[in-house]
């Protein structure tokens, strides 16, 4: 990134994927060290962990993990706005989306460099696929090694209906 964008962007995607991998792992849905990284702040992911069965889609999926995560603390962030007397909401959003707009580029570089230490996540994890898709896979896999025995059956009763 760095090497495309510049050195600030190369600062901005380094800063982004330590975060990701380290605070915004998708090991929230369990007691893991990210969580209690988040020490008090831990809390903002009970919801998170409660909702979502460790490994599953909405956790270890593909962006919908990180998605998942990123609307989590922006629902924090939005009560906490609602609960501020001071904050005003629509004076918060403007400014997002103002510094949105100006900044497309470091968007683009966090929410990549977000999904890619998710990607290093789920390839450490060794199973890189979410938990329903393992099972799918097992299943099918189970499928085809019952079709196997079948085809293997087959062939043994056939050569022998041959010898005979
Ligand atoms: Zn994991």
Known sequence: MGLIWGWTDGITAAIAFLFGGL???PD????SKALHRWGRLGFIWWPYRRL???RSIWSHGPLIGTTVRLVN???WLILVIFLVPSLNLTVVTESAQQWMNNHPRQIITIALALE???WLHLVLDGD???VEW???RNRSSNKLCTRDKRVQRHSISSSRSTNS
């Not at 929230?28 to 007691?31: A, E, K, S, V």
């Open 23 to 25: 605070w915004l792992s």
């Open 28 to 31: 929230l849905d369990t007691r």
């Open 52 to 54: 979502i069965r460790h």
């Open 73 to 75: 603390l922006l629902g």
């Open 116 to 118: 890619s230490s998710t």
């Open 128 to 130: 890189p696929w979410p």
């Open 134 to 136: 393992s099972h799918r």
